[in-house]
């Protein structure tokens, strides 16, 4: 089983609810990620934290998620 193929297929189904849900869906899985990022093929290094927080940050700003919660 193609393990990158599962993940899109979770991740398209959760966008669904979500947003048929009226909620939010933050789309990681299509962000650049370097080698260098991870520890393994899960655990990021303080690298990859950093990047995937600030990718977090900007879409919890470009989606207005941040305002919604005040």
């Not at 990859?48 to 700003?61: K, M, N, P, T």
């Amino acid at each position: 089983l193609d393990y990158d193929a599962s993940l899109r297929s979770l991740d398209k189904e959760m966008k669904s609810i979500c947003t048929n849900s009226g909620g939010s869906f933050i789309d990681i899985a299509n962000k650049k990620f370097d080698m260098d990022d991870f520890y393994d093929i899960v655990h990021n290094t303080p690298k990859g934290s950093a990047r995937l927080g600030e990718y977090l940050f900007d879409e919890l700003v470009s989606q207005n998620i941040i305002e919604q919660l005040k």
